[in-house]
T-cell receptor
Framework: DQQVKQNSPSLSVQEGRISILNCDYT??????FLWYKKYPAEGPTFLISISSIKDKNEDGRFTVFLNKSAKHLSLHIVPSQPGDSAVYFC???????????????FGKGTHLIIQP | DTAVSQTPKYLVTQMGNDKSIKCEQNLGHDTMYWYKQDSKKFLKIMFS???????INETVPNRFSPKSPDKAHLNLHINSLELGDSAVYFC???????????FGPGTRLTVL
């Protein structure tokens, strides 16, 4: 039972263009969402987060959008750079019921490839 | 400086053996976690632990046990290793259970 879904296993984008990574969730109790970036043979690195009281959070080239009614979030990277090539994981947490002590629920990841 | 470190990075062992993976964080965080990334690439929580409480994912076999000698360390001990235990194991930490988690580099365990 996948509570967090990333339906695109991979995405190829040209350098300089916008990369849009999508994530859907089914658990309406989730109220905190995160994106992690992962290079091969390394652990996930925190990128950006958003709480359910917001619909947008921006940090430099990275913006996360949250649509609670659709249970959908997306990560926009603009402009895309070669170093952005990595696997991106969407994760969610239910802070209201005790927080991340139950751990984060991760999607399966999307492999982003930035082409020169 | 490495914030969350794990040793070893690679671990190859025979079925039936007992092994441990060490995790240390120098962030001063109160809560630590172990995740397992299986062959289908899903990252799933196994344990979360702070000095007050251990929360165990009910799907984790009791052959797995976390041991915390102090707040900065949460080691994962595995008894009677099975083929299905082969995976990458990630340690993580956060300031509080409600905060962003920071991950270690992972330990690839291969059981032969």
């Amino acid at each position: 039972d996948q509570q967090v879904k990333q339906n695109s296993p991979s995405l190829s984008v040209q350098e300089g263009r916008i990369s849009i990574l999508n994530c859907d969730y089914t658990n309406s109790m989730f109220d905190y969402f995160l994106w992690y970036k992962k290079y091969p043979a390394e652990g996930p690195t925190f990128l950006i987060s958003i709480s359910s009281i917001k619909d947008k959070n921006e940090d430099g080239r990275f913006t996360v959008f949250l649509n609670k009614s659709a249970k959908h979030l997306s990560l926009h990277i603009v402009p895309s750079q070669p170093g952005d090539s990595a696997v991106y994981f969407c994760a969610a947490s239910d802070l209201g019921s005790g927080g991340g002590a139950d751990g984060l629920t991760f999607g399966k990841g999307t492999h982003l490839i930035i082409q020169p | 400086d490495t914030a969350v470190s794990q040793t070893p990075k690679y671990l190859v062992t025979q079925m039936g053996n007992d092994k441990s993976i060490k995790c240390e964080q120098n962030l001063g965080h109160d809560t630590m976690y172990w995740y397992k990334q299986d062959s289908k690439k899903f990252l799933k929580i196994m344990f979360s632990y702070n000095n007050k409480e251990l929360i165990i994912n009910e799907t984790v076999p009791n052959r797995f046990s976390p041991k915390s000698p102090d707040k900065a360390h949460l080691n994962l001990h595995i008894n009677s290793l099975e083929l299905g235990d082969s995976a990458v194991y990630f340690c993580a930490s956060s300031q509080a259970a409600t905060d962003t988690q920071y991950f270690g580099p992972g330990t690839r365990l291969t059981v032969l």
